[in-house]
C-alpha cells in the first residue's frame, strides 16, 4: 500500500498529465479567444525560462506546474507539435547536443527524487533495460560519459518524452515559415538576453518592444538570481543545472557525437550550429 505521500503525488502526476492534454485541445480551439500565448520548444531547450520572460513582460500570469486545465489569458508552456491553429507561439530551439546533455541529467534526478514516482519508474526501468540491471542513476549523472552514447541513440530511436526526437521536432517547428511561429535559439536569448528579447517581442506582438519592460523581464529572470548560482556552477540536482552554452563538450565521447551525427547532422548544419560534419572528428575518444 503506498504512503498518503506516495498516492498524492501518483495523483498530482495523472491530474498534470490529463490537464496538459486538455490545454493543448483548448489552446488549439479557444487560445485567441482567451488571450493566450505558447511558449515551445523540444525539453531541456529553454521554454521554462522563455515563457518566465514572456510572462513578465505581456503582465500575465505562466502556471507553470498546473494541475487543472488552462483556459483564460496566460503563457503556457508546452512540447506539443506544430498545429497552424495554436494562438501566437514563440518556438525556442537549441543546439541538439546541449539538449542531449541536459535531458540526459534530467531524466537521472527524475529517477533519484522520485517527484513523481510512476514516470520515475518508467525512466529507472528504461535505463536498467539500456544499461543493465545494476544501473546507478546518482553515479550517471556524475559522471555521464560512459551513457551517453547509447543514450543518444536511444533517444533518436525511441524518445522518451512524446512522440518526436529532437531532430524531428526541430523540422516540424522550423522545416517552413508557419505564419503563427516566431522562433528564436537559446543561444542568442543567452548572448545577448536584451537584444533577442527585444527582437522575439516586436514579433510576438506586431509592436515596437517596451524597452523598460524588457530590461525588468530580463532582470528578473537572470540565472544567477533564479539559481543562486553563477552560470557554469553546476548543480545536477537542480533543474537550472548549469545555464551556459556548449556544455557537451565536456561530455561527448567520439561515439556520442557520431551517433548524433548520424541521426541529426542535418539539422545541426542547417539550424547553423555546425558548417558540416568534421566537429566529429575533433570529439576526443
Known sequence: MPSSSRLGRWVEEQMRRGSAKTTEIIARRMGDHFGMYVGCGFPKSGT??????????????????????VAM???????????????????VYRDGRDVMVSLFNHHMRQITTQRHPRGAAKTLDRYRRLFGPSFDPARAMAEPRPYLATFVEAEFDEPAQGKRSWSAHVRDWLGE?????????????????????????????????????????????????????RPGDMDPTNPLRKGIVGDWRNHFTRDAAAAFHEHAGHELVTLGYEPDGSWVDLVES
Open 48 to 69: 521554462v525560462w522563455l515563457c518566465r520572460l514572456m510572462s513578465s513582460y505581456l503582465g500575465m500570469p505562466f502556471p507553470q506546474n498546473y494541475a487543472m486545465p
Open 177 to 229: 515559415p508557419h505564419e503563427n511561429v516566431t522562433p528564436v535559439s537559446y543561444e542568442a536569448l543567452k548572448l545577448n538576453t536584451v537584444a533577442a528579447f527585444s527582437d522575439l517581442m516586436k514579433g510576438v506582438t506586431g509592436e515596437p518592444p517596451d524597452a523598460r519592460l524588457v530590461e525588468l523581464a530580463v532582470a528578473r529572470h537572470d540565472f544567477a538570481l533564479s539559481s543562486g548560482r
Open 73 to 91: 489569458r496566460a503563457v503556457v508552456h508546452a512540447h506539443w507539435d506544430h498545429h497552424p491553429e495554436l494562438p501566437p507561439t514563440v518556438y
